[in-house]
T-cell receptor, first 112, second 115 residues
């Protein structure tokens, strides 16, 4: 079945440092979504990428979708303590469109 | 709008007991789903539904039943709880657009412990 791998599992940074999490799929994805879960909270939708090579920005966050639509990344510039949480990617492939498969997530902690 | 409402927030069961986790949404979403979250395992899909009367299995369906009699409600039933079902359960819903581009809206979760 479809697998979505996400690395790293954990990342600890000093406030102001950059952060990147990577997502790789075993199959070509129709789209990929990114979610953030604060400690003790529930996942909250951040963004969706649909087109090959697509790049989207949300303030300090930059999201990329690979040319082959099998990988994606989330980059945070100059992290802040408010960025703490677990970041998940989630993808759908053509053969299982209704099943959104999540990566295992990257837990980001920020030292002030 | 309340969004996605899950009850209860916390539950402790003994092995073999049964219970139902409730999920309701007021956004007229056709698609509803249940995920379980375990440390280091991410979110794993248990069951999903694309509309009233339609359900299907996800990645980890064993030990769980669902039904979808209305658009608003999607309960998850544990018929005979096992310690391996100790987890945090999230219900999530979205529009069922043809492009399947709609984001998931999650409930606040139910933390279940089976002893």
């Amino acid at each position: 079945g479809q697998q979505v791998m996400q690395i790293p599992q954990y990342q600890h940074v000093q406030e102001g440092e950059d952060f990147t999490t990577y997502c790789n799929s075993s199959t070509t994805l129709s789209n990929i979504q990114w979610y953030k879960q604060r400690p003790g909270g529930h996942p909250v939708f951040l963004i969706q990428l649909v087109k090959s090579g697509e790049v989207k920005k949300q303030k300090r966050l930059t999201f990329q979708f690979g040319e082959a639509k099998k990988n994606s990344s989330l980059h945070i510039t100059a992290t802040q303590t408010t960025d703490v949480g677990t970041y998940f990617c989630a993808g759908r492939s053509g053969g299982s469109n209704y099943k959104l498969t999540f990566g295992k997530g990257t837990l980001l902690t920020v030292n002030p | 709008n309340a969004g996605v409402t899950q009850t209860p927030k916390f539950q402790v069961l003994k092995t073999g007991q049964s219970m139902t986790l409730q999920c309701a949404q007021d956004m007229n979403h056709e698609y509803m789903s249940w995920y379980r979250q375990d440390p280091g395992m991410g979110l794993r899909l248990i069951h999903y539904s694309v509309g009233a009367g339609i359900t299907d299995q996800g990645e980890v369906p064993n030990g769980y039943n669902v039904s979808r009699s209305t658009t608003e409600d999607f309960p998850l039933r544990l018929l005979s709880a096992a310690p391996s079902q100790t987890s945090v359960y999230f219900c999530a819903s979205s529009y069922n657009d043809r492009a399947l581009n709609s984001p998931l809206h999650f409930g606040n979760g139910t933390r279940l412990t089976v002893t």
